[in-house]
């Protein structure tokens, strides 16, 4: 096949490790950084299927505060006491999540190919813009893609859409690069051409549609060139 014209990245778990917030939900709370920090990540992923798929998107939320929200339920789960400063520390390390070691080498690799890159995200505009420049990878990316202007989470399709409509390619044409399963399957059912990056050496969703390509780190995308 011929190589893509465009590459479009998932933000949270594929660009940036939503996981490092652990580090600091550990200081706050000995012993349970890692359960918060896993609860946290599938409580908000779970409330952006809620809101979009609920009486036709009646109860949309922009991400932050879906990812506030997840936080309280989650440490009301695990017991704990969730103080407003621990709160906003827990929050605002969402803005400066570290980024995974080879996301600037392979956003200036994919550049130097000649592909335009971008980010196509549940986050809100204000979350991922700071989150892209604290990593330093602004000058990196011709698109930043938010899902808050069409008030619908992935994995609805008018979501990847999106991409479609700022690159101006086909979804043949563009590949889509996700660390999250669910969202590499919601991609292949659009007609992304797509790499699940398996971190974490998981199985792959049990739904058929397997991803074109399936990778251990984000430079398994330089396959598609």
């Not at 590459?7 to 778990?13: H, M």
């Not at 490790?17 to 939900?25: E, F, K, M, N, R």
């Not at 827990?90 to 803005?95: E, N, S, V």
């Not at 011709?142 to 994995?155: A, E, F, M, P, Q």
Request: with cysteine; aromatic share 10%.
């Amino acid at each position: 096949m011929d190589q893509p014209g465009a590459v479009l990245f998932d933000a949270y778990g594929t660009l940036f490790d939503v996981y490092s917030v652990g580090q600091t939900a550990e200081r706050l709370f000995a012993g349970h950084g890692q359960a918060l920090a896993a609860g946290w990540r599938d409580k908000q992923i779970e409330y952006t299927r809620l809101v979009t798929t609920s009486n036709h998107g009646a109860h949309y939320r922009p991400f932050g505060e879906l990812t506030r929200a997840a936080l309280r339920y989650t440490c009301k789960r695990l017991g704990l006491d969730l103080a407003e400063a621990a709160e906003q520390q827990l929050m605002d390390q969402y803005r400066t999540l570290t980024a995974f070691p080879e996301s600037r080498e392979v956003l200036q690799a994919l550049k130097a190919r000649g592909a335009v890159t971008g980010i196509l995200s549940n986050g809100d505009p204000g979350m991922l813009d700071a989150a892209v420049r604290s990593a330093g990878l602004d000058g990196l990316l011709d698109h930043v893609l938010s899902v808050d202007g069409i008030r619908k989470y992935k994995t609805h399709p008018d979501a990847y859409q999106l991409g479609v409509a700022a690159t101006g390619l086909q979804p043949d044409r563009i590949a889509f690069v996700s660390c999250n399963g669910w969202d590499a399957l919601g991609a292949t059912w659009f007609g992304f051409r797509t790499l699940w990056v398996n971190r974490y050496q998981l199985p792959f969703e049990e739904l058929g549609t397997p991803p074109e390509r399936i990778g251990s780190s984000l430079r398994d995308v330089l396959a598609f060139f």
